[in-house]
């Protein structure tokens, strides 16, 4: 019995080592189940963080090759501080967030989860299935369709079935109007992420609160007002963050489209063509890299902000087997 | 198979789900673990079952210590509430998934399979997929899928508490039947008290992670050891009242403002001179007095419960002292009644208030 | 007329006026596809009219746009690769993930809560913003001998070859992977498992014959979901793949569109609708199983 007891009291104060190596016994039965995935973070993104902030302090680029660079430290962002762009680019970008935000990815998917609720289900159903074609869409087709839409006539369809009929001037209206048609493309995609998500939250606000809302004799747009859009905050919050997000870093529709002409340049679109694309084949690693550091560490901000709001321990439950 | 748990203790942070647990049970014994819901019953068997680890101490099977080895290396059965079944799989792939992980051949799998479908009235079943079995149906296969890779010992977690009541009965009978006609050790879990008590040959009785007690059902009943077991055993539950014990001409008296009760002297002496106890009373050992015998007591009707078989009495005793007992229904007692009651004082009960300990029986 | 989908207490003159403010709304989207459809089946468009040569209205239909499938090889070329990049994505994304997410759901292991915060960060992570230094661990891994640039059918994994841009792309897909993954296993109940362990079955076992199977419609809905996500990718192989012949049809006609001019408009278009119809299919048939993802996704993200 007392040597029961000393065993006893062995096992419940584990010294570190013995804890130590039962906490890695246990990771090695995760490690067949985490390791694939736990790679391919590692290389496709722990490196990539790492690597961009360190290229962004050198001066690679086509000129210097991988063998002849040199460390720069702070000199590229010395230069994004002084680029004649930066101050555009940077205007540019947040009009293009703010805009395409408030316009389609919250504005319309809010509109339209509301339209779309209201009026019979099987409409509802159809609307939303159109609204979620563009995100079904190759982009590269998308874009083509919304060339052809501006282009000048006798081909282009606003031009030929608008401004023709009405007598008015046509031209191609993609160098005149460039900030609506990149907005409008990128809205008519942004907007379904929302779309579908306040449709489910809608959905599945309690019956009982809708239908005392109308016994109450709300009329429907005060129950919207003050019935749905408050319980549907938590959802609203969480699309417009994730949203910004993704518009803050999205450039391939604009890439497509404009390819940035026509003053159309974003932060995202200008780091990826320094870095990696343009006519003159001159890629500036080093300036893209820093270029898109400043993203990232946006992005670094966000996400963890994101995560402190979507109450992440509430997520997630103990595992209720202690066995392997 | 024998299971020894010695100081067996699970913790997860601060609660103590199970705390010290001692508990002896011989081989072939149907013993079960009753305690209300959240007391760390199922801690205990999933525990046993080597899901969970022990926080401390020990599991023995057959005196070997078996805290590291996996569930499938120790022979165990079980029988979970909600059933468990495999739902991607039909009856006869769900019984035959423990061989299957063993390499039993095709051949032997099928005997066996056909065998325990026989033994659990489940051979007509065997294609179809566990949604379309009733709950009944479903605790078979659950059963049969336990039993078909032999266990030494049988598992079972409130195995019949999603059932409807009649089926319980007869699933309760089918389950004694066969763990006596195949001998296998088995624990039981379950809150429902009646169950423990036609079903174990010994009863541990827990709460809150402790073990209260663990005897036969009839020691339980006659001899329970602290006021928490007492109350818990026996349905309906036993009545306690505040009385303190006097000696009077050689008489034992439990005395409070509403009752004078001549008790058992053999009991009765060993609560006299302390003070305040609780005395317990079986409603059982409650009886209306007939006419022309003396009784015990005078009380007016409280409340009048009919349970079908019986009235469940409430009747009041002076002026707060509640006392429950069964009545005939033919009796048409109303509230408001005047009855005069007779008390079996030869089986009164009386613990500490303090400790909770019986003054009988340690 | 039947009831929204909510009850809405709305007069029929009201519900009439919603749905032509949606078909408003809307019009820009059926315009657009309505003009990818006539065209792919026309000389040329006048807007939504179809022309002939010499511009007369309603005329010059035909099928010569279509011709591109049995005259030009390289569109069977292009649609194989597309298809190998699809499939190689979905294999990965949804075997990794419902590895990665089976382990975090129900395995106690230490840094397991970390790993987690980590995908949800993840998961809102701009991940373009890495294009530039992903451009350099391809090249990499394009060294490391034969799986680098010396695979049958992918090519290898480094840069310059589809298992390359395969990776990559099974990389940023990852995240939403495997915390879609670990909500339908946080579904299943223990109890299952626990039976299983106990009948014998190891933890590898419970999840390959036990667990996989019940969550067969979250592995259907996440494989459509990045299937298409990999059919339609443009910018990883735009960006990785520099050599025409091992393009997707996606770079394939950006390339069309870039080439010189005139480009053949109604042509571009008979090509985006052939890429676009599968994924048309795909969608009318798994409506249902693609909105409950994108909404369960919601539900683990939010
Ligand atoms: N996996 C777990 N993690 C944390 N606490 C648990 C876990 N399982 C059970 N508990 C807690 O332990 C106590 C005992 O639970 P349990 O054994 O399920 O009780 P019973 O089966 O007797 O109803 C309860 O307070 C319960 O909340
Ligand atoms: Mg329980």
Same mark, same amino acid.
């Given at each position: 019995m007392a040597v029961i007891e000393a065993e006893r009291v062995a096992v419940e104060a584990r010294p570190w080592w013995r804890r130590a190596w039962e906490n890695l016994r246990s990771a090695s039965g995760a490690l067949l189940f985490m390791s694939p995935a736990t790679l391919l973070v590692v290389v496709f993104f722990f490196i990539p963080v790492v690597l961009i902030i360190g290229i962004s302090m050198t001066n690679m680029s086509t000129a210097t090759g991988f063998q002849n660079w040199k460390w720069v430290y702070l000199e590229n962002y010395r230069r994004i501080l002084k680029h004649p762009n930066t101050l555009q680019v940077l205007r540019n970008t947040l009009m293009y967030v703010a805009l395409t935000l408030a316009f389609f990815n919250v504005g319309m998917a809010l509109v339209i989860a509301l339209i779309t609720t209201h009026i019979p289900r099987r409409a509802g159903l159809l609307y939303r299935a159109l609204w979620l074609l563009p995100r079904l869409t190759p982009s590269v087709v998308y874009v083509m369709m919304w060339k052809y839409m501006a282009a000048d006539a006798p081909y282009g369809i606003i031009n030929r079935h608008i401004l023709q009929p009405l007598g008015l001037a046509t031209t191609n209206l993609l160098p005149i109007y460039p900030w609506v048609f990149v907005i409008l493309v990128n809205g008519f995609i942004g907007a379904s992420f929302g779309m579908v998500i306040f449709t489910s939250a809608i959905e599945s606000i309690p019956r009982e609160y809708l239908m005392a809302a109308l016994v109450d004799g709300c009329t429907p747009w005060q129950r919207i007002r003050h019935v749905i859009l408050p319980l549907i905050r938590w959802p609203l919050l969480f699309v417009t963050t994730y949203q910004t997000l993704s518009l803050l870093t999205s450039f391939e529709q604009i890439l497509l489209l404009t390819e940035g002409q026509f003053g159309t340049m974003v932060w995202s679109l200008w780091a990826y063509e320094r870095a990696l694309s343009n006519y003159w084949g001159n890629f500036q690693w080093g300036f893209g890299a820093a270029l898109a550091t400043v993203l990232v560490l946006i992005g670094i901000v966000m996400a963890v902000v994101y995560m402190r709001y979507f109450q992440f321990e509430a997520l997630i439950q103990e595992p209720k087997i202690e066995t392997l | 198979m024998e299971v020894h748990l010695e100081h067996l203790t699970k913790r997860w942070g601060k609660v103590v789900a199970v705390d010290d647990l001692n508990l002896e049970i011989r081989s072939g014994e149907f013993v079960a673990l009753l305690g209300p819901s959240g007391c760390g019953k199922t801690t205990t068997l999933l525990m046993i079952a080597g899901i969970y680890k022990p926080t401390s101490g020990y599991i023995r099977f057959d005196g070997r210590v078996v805290n590291k080895v996996p569930p499938k290396d120790r022979n165990v059965g079980m029988v979970f509430q909600s059933y468990a079944l495999y739902p991607h799989m039909t009856v006869y792939e769900n019984l035959t998934f423990p061989l299957k992980l063993k390499k039993v051949p095709e051949e032997e799998q099928r005997r066996k399979a056909r065998r325990i479908a026989e033994m659990m009235g489940i051979g007509h079943l065997l294609? $179809?997929?566990?949604?379309? %079995?009733?709950g009944g149906q479903q605790q078979r296969v659950a059963l049969g899928r336990a039993l078909i890779k032999e266990p030494a010992l049988l598992l079972f977690d409130e195995p019949l508490s999603n059932l409807d009541a009649r089926l319980r009965l007869t699933m309760r009978a089918e389950i004694k039947r066969l763990q006596m006609e195949l001998g296998i050790t088995s624990i039981y879990v379950t809150h429902d008290q009646v169950e423990a008590m036609t079903l174990a040959d010994r009863i541990a009785v827990m709460r809150e992670g402790r073990l209260q007690a663990f005897a036969t059902p009839e020691e339980l009943y006659e001899r329970p050891r602290t006021l928490f077991v007492a109350g818990f055993i026996g349905n309906p539950p036993m009545n306690f009242t505040q009385v303190e014990v006097i000696q009077q001409d050689g008489q034992y008296l439990a005395v409070n403002p509403d009752m004078r009760l001549a008790v058992d002297p053999d009991r009765g002496s060993r609560a006299a001179g302390r003070g305040r106890v609780i005395m317990g009373i079986r409603p059982e050992h409650i009886t209306l007095a007939r006419d022309g015998e003396p009784a015990h007591l005078e009380a007016e009707v409280y409340l009048v419960e009919p349970l079908g078989r019986d009235d469940l009495i409430n009747a009041r005793v002076g002026k707060e002292t509640h006392l429950h007992f069964l009545a005939d229904p033919a009796l048409k007692l109303r509230i408001g009644d005047r009855v005069r009651l007779r008390v079996d004082t030869s089986r009164v009960q009386f613990f500490d208030p303090e400790t909770e300990q019986s003054l009988l029986w340690s | 007329m039947d009831e929204g989908a909510l009850r809405t207490g709305l007069r029929p003159r009201q519900m009439y006026f919603l749905m032509f403010l949606m078909t408003l709304l809307t019009l820009p989207i059926v315009v657009g596809y309505l003009w990818i459809f006539i065209s792919t089946f026309s $000389?040329?468009?006048?807007g939504l009219i179809p022309v002939d040569i010499e511009g007369r209205? #309603? $005329?010059? %239909?035909? %099928?010569?746009?279509?011709s591109f499938l049995w005259q030009d090889p390289n569109i069977w070329k292009v649609t194989l690769n597309s298809l190998i990049l699809a499939l190689g994505l979905t294999v990965g994304v949804v075997l990794i993930s419902a590895m990665a997410g089976y382990a975090l759901s129900r395995i106690r292991f230490p840094g397991r809560k970390g790993f987690l915060a980590l995908t949800l960060i993840l998961h809102a #992570?701009?991940?373009?913003?890495l294009l530039i230094s992903i451009y350099f661990v391809l090249r990499w891994l394009a060294r490391i001998p034969v799986v680098g640039r010396g695979l049958p059918l992918i090519g290898g994994i480094g840069y310059n070859t589809l298992g390359g841009v395969i990776l990559v792309m099974v990389s940023l897909q990852l995240p939403l992977g495997i915390w879609l993954m670990k909500g339908f296993f946080d579904q299943i109940p223990w109890d299952v498992e626990r039976a299983a362990l106990i009948d014998g079955a190891s933890r590898f076992l419970v999840w390959r014959k036990i667990l996989l199977p019940q969550i067969k419609p979250g592995i259907a809905a996440l494989s459509i979901f990045t299937f298409i996500a990999g059919w339609n990718e443009f910018l990883i192989p735009y960006t990785y793949m520099t050599q025409q012949e091992k393009s997707t049809i996606a770079t394939y006609i950006n390339s069309l569109l870039s080439?010189?001019?005139?480009?053949?408009y109604s042509q571009v278009a008979a090509v985006g609708l052939f890429q676009l119809l599968p994924v048309l299919l795909f969608f009318v048939f798994t409506q249902e199983y693609l909105l409950s993802i994108f909404s369960g996704g919601m539900k683990g993200g939010a």
């Amino acid at each position: 019995m007392a040597v029961i007891e000393a065993e006893r009291v062995a096992v419940e104060a584990r010294p570190w080592w013995r804890r130590a190596w039962e906490n890695l016994r246990s990771a090695s039965g995760a490690l067949l189940f985490m390791s694939p995935a736990t790679l391919l973070v590692v290389v496709f993104f722990f490196i990539p963080v790492v690597l961009i902030i360190g290229i962004s302090m050198t001066n690679m680029s086509t000129a210097t090759g991988f063998q002849n660079w040199k460390w720069v430290y702070l000199e590229n962002y010395r230069r994004i501080l002084k680029h004649p762009n930066t101050l555009q680019v940077l205007r540019n970008t947040l009009m293009y967030v703010a805009l395409t935000l408030a316009f389609f990815n919250v504005g319309m998917a809010l509109v339209i989860a509301l339209i779309t609720t209201h009026i019979p289900r099987r409409a509802g159903l159809l609307y939303r299935a159109l609204w979620l074609l563009p995100r079904l869409t190759p982009s590269v087709v998308y874009v083509m369709m919304w060339k052809y839409m501006a282009a000048d006539a006798p081909y282009g369809i606003i031009n030929r079935h608008i401004l023709q009929p009405l007598g008015l001037a046509t031209t191609n209206l993609l160098p005149i109007y460039p900030w609506v048609f990149v907005i409008l493309v990128n809205g008519f995609i942004g907007a379904s992420f929302g779309m579908v998500i306040f449709t489910s939250a809608i959905e599945s606000i309690p019956r009982e609160y809708l239908m005392a809302a109308l016994v109450d004799g709300c009329t429907p747009w005060q129950r919207i007002r003050h019935v749905i859009l408050p319980l549907i905050r938590w959802p609203l919050l969480f699309v417009t963050t994730y949203q910004t997000l993704s518009l803050l870093t999205s450039f391939e529709q604009i890439l497509l489209l404009t390819e940035g002409q026509f003053g159309t340049m974003v932060w995202s679109l200008w780091a990826y063509e320094r870095a990696l694309s343009n006519y003159w084949g001159n890629f500036q690693w080093g300036f893209g890299a820093a270029l898109a550091t400043v993203l990232v560490l946006i992005g670094i901000v966000m996400a963890v902000v994101y995560m402190r709001y979507f109450q992440f321990e509430a997520l997630i439950q103990e595992p209720k087997i202690e066995t392997l | 198979m024998e299971v020894h748990l010695e100081h067996l203790t699970k913790r997860w942070g601060k609660v103590v789900a199970v705390d010290d647990l001692n508990l002896e049970i011989r081989s072939g014994e149907f013993v079960a673990l009753l305690g209300p819901s959240g007391c760390g019953k199922t801690t205990t068997l999933l525990m046993i079952a080597g899901i969970y680890k022990p926080t401390s101490g020990y599991i023995r099977f057959d005196g070997r210590v078996v805290n590291k080895v996996p569930p499938k290396d120790r022979n165990v059965g079980m029988v979970f509430q909600s059933y468990a079944l495999y739902p991607h799989m039909t009856v006869y792939e769900n019984l035959t998934f423990p061989l299957k992980l063993k390499k039993v051949p095709e051949e032997e799998q099928r005997r066996k399979a056909r065998r325990i479908a026989e033994m659990m009235g489940i051979g007509h079943l065997l294609d $179809r997929y566990p949604a379309q %079995l009733s709950g009944g149906q479903q605790q078979r296969v659950a059963l049969g899928r336990a039993l078909i890779k032999e266990p030494a010992l049988l598992l079972f977690d409130e195995p019949l508490s999603n059932l409807d009541a009649r089926l319980r009965l007869t699933m309760r009978a089918e389950i004694k039947r066969l763990q006596m006609e195949l001998g296998i050790t088995s624990i039981y879990v379950t809150h429902d008290q009646v169950e423990a008590m036609t079903l174990a040959d010994r009863i541990a009785v827990m709460r809150e992670g402790r073990l209260q007690a663990f005897a036969t059902p009839e020691e339980l009943y006659e001899r329970p050891r602290t006021l928490f077991v007492a109350g818990f055993i026996g349905n309906p539950p036993m009545n306690f009242t505040q009385v303190e014990v006097i000696q009077q001409d050689g008489q034992y008296l439990a005395v409070n403002p509403d009752m004078r009760l001549a008790v058992d002297p053999d009991r009765g002496s060993r609560a006299a001179g302390r003070g305040r106890v609780i005395m317990g009373i079986r409603p059982e050992h409650i009886t209306l007095a007939r006419d022309g015998e003396p009784a015990h007591l005078e009380a007016e009707v409280y409340l009048v419960e009919p349970l079908g078989r019986d009235d469940l009495i409430n009747a009041r005793v002076g002026k707060e002292t509640h006392l429950h007992f069964l009545a005939d229904p033919a009796l048409k007692l109303r509230i408001g009644d005047r009855v005069r009651l007779r008390v079996d004082t030869s089986r009164v009960q009386f613990f500490d208030p303090e400790t909770e300990q019986s003054l009988l029986w340690s | 007329m039947d009831e929204g989908a909510l009850r809405t207490g709305l007069r029929p003159r009201q519900m009439y006026f919603l749905m032509f403010l949606m078909t408003l709304l809307t019009l820009p989207i059926v315009v657009g596809y309505l003009w990818i459809f006539i065209s792919t089946f026309s $000389r040329r468009t006048h807007g939504l009219i179809p022309v002939d040569i010499e511009g007369r209205p #309603f $005329r010059g %239909l035909t %099928l010569e746009n279509w011709s591109f499938l049995w005259q030009d090889p390289n569109i069977w070329k292009v649609t194989l690769n597309s298809l190998i990049l699809a499939l190689g994505l979905t294999v990965g994304v949804v075997l990794i993930s419902a590895m990665a997410g089976y382990a975090l759901s129900r395995i106690r292991f230490p840094g397991r809560k970390g790993f987690l915060a980590l995908t949800l960060i993840l998961h809102a #992570f701009p991940s373009v913003t890495l294009l530039i230094s992903i451009y350099f661990v391809l090249r990499w891994l394009a060294r490391i001998p034969v799986v680098g640039r010396g695979l049958p059918l992918i090519g290898g994994i480094g840069y310059n070859t589809l298992g390359g841009v395969i990776l990559v792309m099974v990389s940023l897909q990852l995240p939403l992977g495997i915390w879609l993954m670990k909500g339908f296993f946080d579904q299943i109940p223990w109890d299952v498992e626990r039976a299983a362990l106990i009948d014998g079955a190891s933890r590898f076992l419970v999840w390959r014959k036990i667990l996989l199977p019940q969550i067969k419609p979250g592995i259907a809905a996440l494989s459509i979901f990045t299937f298409i996500a990999g059919w339609n990718e443009f910018l990883i192989p735009y960006t990785y793949m520099t050599q025409q012949e091992k393009s997707t049809i996606a770079t394939y006609i950006n390339s069309l569109l870039s080439e010189t001019a005139p480009v053949n408009y109604s042509q571009v278009a008979a090509v985006g609708l052939f890429q676009l119809l599968p994924v048309l299919l795909f969608f009318v048939f798994t409506q249902e199983y693609l909105l409950s993802i994108f909404s369960g996704g919601m539900k683990g993200g939010a």
